[in-house]
């Protein structure tokens, strides 16, 4: 082969090369592209009135997986949620509902974290119905539409698979719901308005109007908590965060705003759900 030949050869291994190497770095620099919009989980008629289960997938890998959030929907208000087993007992101070305001379910529940019912936890939602928007003929009705079908809410739970696509669409992610079935149905408005986590901590924002910040460890650590401020409404979508800039929490000085970083089991962050104005 002569010395010109030699030298295309070269030319388009390069280039080819190039193009490669410049096709990697293009899709590692690109953010990842998900499919984020709601997929049902489970549709139900609660006496005339629809009970509506959907979750959307978030934070996805490269390992093909995803966390899921889950939205509930009662005759098209969307209802609070909160996991409690999630948190061990750092939030069993707010979950402390009148026995008449609550509908308790057949999954095997450990607020401690531990194990129970021969080494077996389940997990599930606490929602709740604002006196507000539903009457108590509709938790009733809901409390025993519920009731009556968990066996197929646990199937439903059990077998839906949430699917979304990263990079382009050139990545397939699969993700279970991570939850059992449904734990508690409670008759009054949400004690938490948005809570958050990440390293062991706990940002809480309460209905009330307070702000804490707790530990996230199990029941055999000791808790501990320390209110950061309050927050108020504001002529915008967003509520208004008034924190101390520092606190005490865990025998040191504890910088606040590094709370903005952390997230909710819905996949958004602290420093985007709110206004923050430190002091």
Known sequence: MNIPALRTIARRFNSRRLFSVTSLLFLAAVPAFASSSYQPVLSLDCAGAKFVVDARPFAQNVAGSSNVALRYRYRGRVLGAVNYERYYQNLAALYAPDAAQARVFGLKLALDGGAQFGGATESGDTLYLAPAAFTRAEFNALGACIARLENSIRAAFRSTVIRSKTLLGLMRTE?????????????????????????????????????????????????????????????????????????????????????????????????????????
């Open 175 to 279: 993700s279970a719901l991570g939850l059992h079935g449904i734990a508690r149905l409670i008759y009054r408005d949400a004690p938490i308005k948005a809570v958050y986590t990440g390293g062991g901590y706990i940002f809480v924002v309460q209905s009330d109007g307070q702000v804490w910040l707790r530990s996230n460890f199990t029941a055999n650590n000791p808790a501990e908590a320390v209110q950061l401020g309050s927050w108020t409404s504001s002529g915008s979508a967003k509520a208004v965060l008034e924190l101390k800039r520092s606190v005490q929490f865990q025998g040191q000085s504890f910088d606040v705003a590094t709370l903005k970083s952390l997230t909710s089991a819905q996949g958004s962050l602290a420093k985007q759900d709110f206004v923050w104005r430190l002091r």
